[in-house]
């Protein structure tokens, strides 16, 4: 039983096979690169990579959530190319519609199918019935991503009517084409390229095999001792080819090619529903990780756009209200290399979010030689200094980035010892002072009060 169709096909398409009596519709492929888990997830951790540079380093947060936002897009773009594709499977032949423009073909009209790797050839407009050679056209088909579904599916209906016409043309005539491959009573042919046509017999041939679409011969040369490889080429109808040699070969048992087109295409179609099954199970882990780095890398972009130290660096910030001079409050937000918050200032200056963002008081700090006192803690094998830290105060619009006050210098007046401190041994690290609530208050309050 298949699955339900995932995706509308066009109008155009029934009506189609309407008009050339195909029967019921048995499946429905659709144009869609394929996507490797690995090649996505490295994408994935790329553009994470890229996004919180350009975030984090750089300081453009639109840009780096742009990028994160962009990524499904991208994948969505291409896996889904422009124009659309679509083949439809019926009962009694197939549609094919690029572009919007469907073309039928009964399964009688389709003499030659070419199996790759990945893609597919029909030769289109003949019909094996009749003989007749009309509007013949070669449909190549690649770029799906269920293309060994869609190989068995054709495989099912052409194979055997291949096998069918080549048993009675190597009746009638003597030989059974399989471009390039001819099979004949005394052997196999092969037509190719600048080699021109070679010929082999089946008391020469040692072994053959196929390979997907590919039939892989080997022959017996008394001078080079072992079999060799002389022709490994794809050829037309490459199951109904092999089961007719089988079926020919006098050297090998007799064998029943029908029953051994039936029994290849039954296990291509199971091949290809496992390789299916395995592919989705990737898909699916793949899917979960790349949706988790995304979610992750939004949140800590999001989380950190919040903060507005792009301002001290002379660049607006959006998202923030605009700062007109005049009496206050003028909301502020505290950046920078300091401990204080906005809990320090009075509630009408405290912002209740990005939007009520006026002002960014940016602080830097300079650790300075200067001794400001000497702090004694227990087990220390000797007093720890506390040296002045000078910090530079500047006041910026938050839209815009401009200087509304300083910058100004001042010596971190708050020389208070901690109370905890690392350092190596049983003598603890240098300690440096910090800015007084007092010192920050004074600088902000004149102009966002």
């Known amino acids: 039983m298949r699955l339900p169709f995932s995706f509308a096909l066009p109008a155009a398409l029934g009506t189609a096979a309407a008009e050339r009596g195909l029967g019921t519709r048995v499946a429905a492929y659709r144009r869609r690169r394929p996507l490797r888990a690995w090649a996505v997830l490295v994408l994935a951790v790329a553009d994470l990579t890229a996004s919180l540079i350009i975030s984090l380093a750089v300081g453009d947060y639109d840009l780096g959530i742009a990028l994160l936002a962009a990524f499904p897009a991208g994948l969505a773009a291409y896996r889904y190319p422009v124009p659309g594709e679509v083949i ?9 519609a690029r572009r919007g ?21 029909l030769r289109l407009g003949e019909d094996g019935t009749s003989g007749t050679d009309s509007a013949q056209a070669t449909l190549t088909i690649r770029n799906f991503a269920r293309l060994p579904e869609l190989a068995s599916d054709l495989d099912a209906a052409l194979q055997p009517r291949a096998l069918a016409r080549a048993q009675a043309a190597l009746r009638d005539g ?18 190719q390229g600048p080699q021109g046509q070679r010929a082999a017999a089946w008391s020469d041939i040692d072994s053959y095999e196929r390979a997907g679409g590919r039939l892989l011969i080997s022959v017996t040369k008394p001078e080079a001792g072992t079999p060799v490889r002389w022709s490994g080429v794809v050829v037309a109808n490459a199951i109904a080819a092999e089961a007719l040699m089988d079926e020919t070969d006098p050297t090998t048992p007799p064998a029943n090619a029908a029953a051994l087109v039936s029994r290849d295409v039954s296990k291509a179609r199971v091949q290809a529903l496992r390789r299916r099954r395995k592919a989705r199970g990737r898909a699916r882990a793949s899917a979960v990780l790349v949706t988790a780095l995304l979610a992750i890398g939004l949140v800590v972009v999001v989380r950190s756009s919040n903060g507005l130290a792009v301002v001290c660096q002379g660049d607006g910030a959006s998202g923030t209200a605009a700062y007109a001079p005049g009496p206050g409050p003028h909301p502020v937000q505290i950046e920078g290399d300091s401990l204080e918050t906005e809990d320090v200032l009075a509630s009408d200056l405290i912002p209740a979010s990005r939007a009520d963002v006026q002002l960014v008081a940016c602080i830097s700090s300079f650790e300075t030689s200067d001794l400001a006192t000497t702090c004694q803690y227990i087990g220390a094998s000797a007093g720890t200094p506390l040296y002045y830290t000078d910090y530079t105060l500047t006041l910026r619009a938050a839209s815009t980035g401009a200087v509304v006050a300083g910058p100004m210098t001042v010596q971190g007046s708050n020389d208070t010892c901690p109370d905890d401190v690392f350092g190596t041994g049983d003598q603890p690290d240098a300690q ?16 966002a009060s």
């Not at 439809?88 to 094919?96: D, E, M, S």
């Not at 009688?108 to 050839?121: S, V």
């Open 174 to 191: 003597g030989r059974a084409q399989f471009p390039p491959l001819t099979v004949t009573r005394e052997g196999v042919q092969v037509t």
């Open 88 to 96: 439809a499977i019926y009962q009694h032949g197939l549609v094919h």
């Open 101 to 121: 423009q469907p073309r039928a073909a009964r399964w009688t009209e389709i003499p030659y199918l070419w199996t790759q790797p990945r893609a597919l050839a």
């Open 432 to 447: 440096y002072s910090l800015l007084d609530d007092n010192q920050l208050l004074n600088f902000v309050d004149p102009v």
